[in-house]
Each structure stands twice: as C-alpha cells, then as structure tokens.
C-alpha cells in the first residue's frame, strides 16, 4: 500500500505480525509510533527505549519497549545503512511557525491525531516523540545534534514486529523547509505493508 506524501495512517497490527516500511523514493522520514491495542496509555517511548537497549540509536534486532518498559515491537530487519532517529519531536505547526510559515503546513503532530480519529482509536493527550525511521541525526563526540539529508535509498525498508496487539502510526515527513528530506526538500510517499505472523 501506499501512503502519499504529506500524510499519515494508523495501522492495527496483531502480536506476530509484521509491518514493512519501504522508503520507495529514497530519503524519506517516516514519524512512527505505537500504542498498546489494549491499554493505549502504554505507547513506544523514545527515552524507555534508550535504557532498554543502553544506546540513543535504534538497530536491527532491538525491541522498542513502551513506557511501562514492556516491548511492543521489534525491529526485526533493516536494509538501510541503519539512520533511525529517537531524539527529535515530530513537526508540528509551532516548528513551521519558528520556520517563518504562516499558514497552515501540514505536520506529522497533526498528522498522529488525524489518523487515530480515522481508525477510531482514543488518543493520547499529547503526541509521544516518535521513531523517526530513515531520519539522520548524527551524535557528536561533545553531545551536538544536527538533522543531515538522509542517506536512506529507494528501496531501503525495515521491518516492525508486532509483540503484542499494536495500533501503529506512520507520518511521512512533510517537512520542506530543512533537509529532513533530503536537500531536495520534497517530501514523497512511502509504503507499507502489513506481513502475517510467521509461525
Ligand atoms: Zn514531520
């Protein structure tokens, strides 16, 4: 399936299942996120996740764990060089407000909430910080952060393993005022697929 530009969908996925995130154009972030099917008040938590795995970095193999410190995915499989972010908040109007955009930009914030009302889903009152998938954010030795072009190819996917019930989120970045895209800053589409637990 193909989730367009700009926007973003929920997902619900059950224990076993696997969800795969393929960048089709290359460069592409993807916010994401996910929340206990059954107790939505447990969600993927960025800094949960750090402790879980003793790293500020994602890789293949790790569980991503919620903020009662239970996994709820896995990262079972990446084919990119492995630039997966857990430090930045997802875009949102008052980041497109400090970019000198004064009308409405679309935002992965917004994008979260739209996508649970559509799938029904209760939503958090405020929006986790997401698992930015393809996004580059290098560490500097003395701690400095900075949001470089992805090096993500067309083609490059990963692939989230259910651990128990999951609502998933995915935003695709419609950042285009900074390289989170790409120096290009043209935000695209992605897809996704949802694979059957394999027994
Ligand atoms: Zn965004």
Known sequence: MDLAARSGIALRLSAGEH?????????????TWALSAQEPSRFLSASHTWMHTGRLVVRAGDDLVDNTRRPLLSLSEDTSLGDHD??????????????????YHDNCHDNFYAALAALGVPAPQFVPQPLNLFMRVPIAADGAISIESPRARAGDRVRLTAVEDVVVVLSA???????????GRTPTGVAYDIVGATV
């Open 19 to 31: 969800l795969v995130v393929t960048n089709t154009h290359g460069q592409q972030v993807v916010d």
């Open 86 to 103: 857990l430090l930045i908040p997802s875009c949102d109007l008052p980041r497109y407000r400090q970019l000198g955009v004064r009308e």
């Open 173 to 183: 970045c419609p950042q285009d005022l900074a390289a989170t895209n790409g120096v």
